[in-house]
């Protein structure tokens, strides 16, 4: 089952960013870079120091690595915090995620998660059109909202902004001091509902793992919900369920949902 693990930091940090993942074993090293989700050619290696420098200096805004067992899309933004999303397809490396987590750990990590992110299968139509209730990732189910409003099936992503809320718990979980004094997030209120809590780097940042086995997230579904609605300082889809019901219109919709968005 494929797993993402997404993490935010300063991006300031894109380069130690970088040179940590080529501190991680040999087949979670960037390989290859890429302006594209595919490699174009072999020739655009990143042990090509000055190719790969001429080639971030291109992509401001981000750019793929390709290691063998995972694929690395570096996301950068001028304002707010940038971000690293993994996309870890073999089950053989989910024992080094938290590996990654500790290498990163140099660069200033605000933020970060990892859970289960199964592809969405198609209906006969030929659609990806979904309710909640059918959602085949973590992240889906804790951070977008579906509904139907008359003939319109519409996914809303919510929860994200760090400057209002922690975006939620998942099956391993990244919180700074900074993110958690922010929102007057107690750590050792969330350690009481994980089975671990490791320190890491300099002593600011806590990876929580919540579950034994990324695939077991909709048996703890319930229960990182009640987590996530019963602490202030999270935010709670459940929250968002509760404004938009009795909902009839787009432009209402819309309108409530955007604090959220």
């Given at each position: 089952?494929?797993?993402?693990?997404?993490?935010?930091?300063?991006?300031?940090?894109i380069?130690?960013?970088?040179d940590?993942?080529?501190?991680?074993?040999?087949?979670?090293q960037?390989?290859?870079?890429?302006?594209?989700?595919?490699?174009?050619?072999?020739?655009?290696?990143?042990?090509?120091?000055?190719?790969f420098?001429?080639?971030?200096?291109r992509?401001?805004?981000?750019?793929?690595?390709?290691?063998?067992?995972?694929?690395?899309?570096?996301?950068?933004?001028?304002?707010g915090?940038?971000?690293?999303?993994?996309?870890?397809?073999?089950?053989?490396?989910?024992?080094?995620?938290?590996?990654?987590?500790?290498?990163?750990?140099?660069?200033?990590?605000?933020?970060?998660?990892?859970?289960?992110?199964?592809?969405r299968?198609?209906?006969?139509?030929g659609?990806?059109?979904?309710?909640?209730?059918?959602?085949?990732?973590?992240?889906?189910?804790?951070?977008?909202?579906?509904?139907?409003?008359?003939?319109?099936?519409?996914?809303?992503?919510?929860?994200h902004?760090?400057?209002?809320?922690?975006?939620?718990?998942?099956?391993?979980?990244?919180?700074?001091?900074?993110?958690?004094?922010?929102?007057?997030?107690?750590?050792?209120?969330?350690?009481?509902?994980?089975?671990?809590?490791?320190?890491?780097?300099?002593?600011?940042?806590?990876l929580?793992?919540?579950?034994?086995?990324?695939?077991?997230?909709?048996?703890?579904?319930?229960?990182?919900?009640?987590?996530?609605?019963?602490?202030?300082?999270?935010?709670?889809?459940?929250?968002?369920?509760?404004?938009?019901?009795?909902?009839?219109?787009?432009?209402?919709?819309?309108?409530?949902?955007?604090?959220?968005r």
């Open positions: 089952m494929p797993v993402e693990v997404v993490v935010y930091f300063d991006k300031k940090d380069q130690q960013v970088i940590s993942l080529q501190a991680l074993p040999t087949h979670l960037p390989k290859y870079f890429s302006e594209e989700e595919t490699l174009k050619s072999k020739k655009d290696e990143v042990a090509d120091k000055k190719r420098e001429k080639f971030i200096a992509n401001p805004a981000g750019f793929f690595l390709f290691a063998d067992g995972c694929l690395y899309d570096l996301s950068i933004h001028e304002r915090y940038s971000k690293i999303f993994c996309d870890v397809q073999n089950e053989e490396f989910y024992s080094y995620i938290p590996l990654l987590f500790q290498t990163l750990a140099s660069a200033t990590l605000i933020f970060g998660f990892a859970g289960e992110n199964q592809e299968v198609p209906n006969a139509d659609s990806y059109v979904i309710t909640h209730e059918e959602v085949r990732s973590e992240h889906d189910h804790r951070n977008t909202h579906f509904i139907t409003i008359g003939m319109n099936h519409i996914e809303s992503g919510v929860g902004d760090l400057d209002k809320y922690i975006p939620g718990v998942y099956w391993y979980t990244l919180l700074s001091d900074e993110l958690l004094n922010k929102h007057h997030v107690d750590l050792a209120s969330l350690s009481a509902e994980a089975i671990s809590t490791e320190t890491l780097g300099d002593g600011s940042l806590h929580l793992k919540f579950y034994e086995s990324p695939g077991e997230w909709k048996q703890h579904a319930e229960r990182l919900d009640n987590l996530c609605e019963r602490t202030d300082g999270i935010f709670s889809r459940r929250s968002v369920e509760s404004a938009v019901s009795g909902v009839s219109s787009y432009l209402e919709y819309n309108d409530i949902i955007a604090d959220w």
